[in-house]
């Protein structure tokens, strides 16, 4: 495991219930191992139950996948339910009902990277500055990560590359966007890694 999780202090014989995150995403691959870092310890106090596509990754499949988890599993109100999807070729009226429905509840969230989740990525490793397209952020990935297409080499994902990643997306997401970032280059993924480190 390369994220370090907090120990537990609890009373013997007391149960501590696992704050679950359920996290609906475009992808097959990536998106499931990068957010698979996150549940990797029995110590952890959350678990993470990441529901990837089967090909089928536009923002309305990403909803209905959501959704459909939804009506077979209830949340407990500590439980949270996220979205992550790239703009890419998106348009703003594809994504507008992703964003309806995770303000239509407190534990729901939105979080999207523009033009695309290897944006995310490539803050473990540099700012990105002057990244405008899918293209541009993979070949830079690829410095970092040779070997990406077979998989993200999660052991290049530090405690610390993350918090790296996080405080670049803030700079960028500066003033933070309140619904998705319209601008190439910038992130909201950071505020839901955020809550996964900080539970």
């Given at each position: ?6 120990k537990?202090h ?6 501590r ?16 191992q990068?957010?698979?870092l ?7 106090i959350?678990?993470i139950?990441c529901?990837k596509?089967n ?5 309305f499949?990403?909803l209905k996948?959501?959704k459909?988890y939804l009506k077979?599993e ?7 339910a996220?979205l992550?999807i790239?703009?890419d070729q998106?348009?703003?009226d594809q994504?507008e009902?992703?964003?309806e429905w995770?303000?239509?509840k407190?534990?729901?969230?939105l979080?999207?990277?523009n033009p ?5 990525l490539?803050l ?5 500055r ?10 830079r990935?690829?410095?970092y990560l040779?070997?990406y ?5 999660i052991?290049k994902f ?5 918090h790296?990643?996080i405080?670049?997306?803030?700079r960028r ?5 309140v619904?998705?970032?319209r601008t190439?280059g910038v992130?909201?993924?950071?505020r839901?890694?955020?809550k996964?480190i900080f539970q």
């Open positions: 495991m390369v994220i370090k999780s907090r537990l609890r009373p013997l014989g007391e149960r219930y696992r704050k679950l995150f359920v996290i609906s995403v475009e992808g097959v691959k990536t998106e499931p990068y957010f698979e996150f549940n990797k310890s029995d110590q952890n959350i678990k139950n529901l596509g090909h089928q990754s536009s923002p499949q990403v996948r959501m459909r077979i209830d949340l407990k109100k500590t439980d949270e996220w992550v790239d703009m998106w348009s703003s994504i009902p992703l964003f995770s303000q239509s407190e534990n729901y969230g979080a999207l990277s695309t989740f290897e944006l995310w490539l473990h490793f540099e700012d990105g002057k990244v405008a397209t899918t293209d541009e952020c993979l070949n990935l690829k410095k040779p070997e297409k077979k998989g993200i080499g052991r530090t405690i610390e590359t993350i790296s990643a405080q670049r997306a803030k997401d500066n003033p933070p966007c619904d998705w970032p190439v992130t909201t993924i950071y839901l890694v955020e996964l």
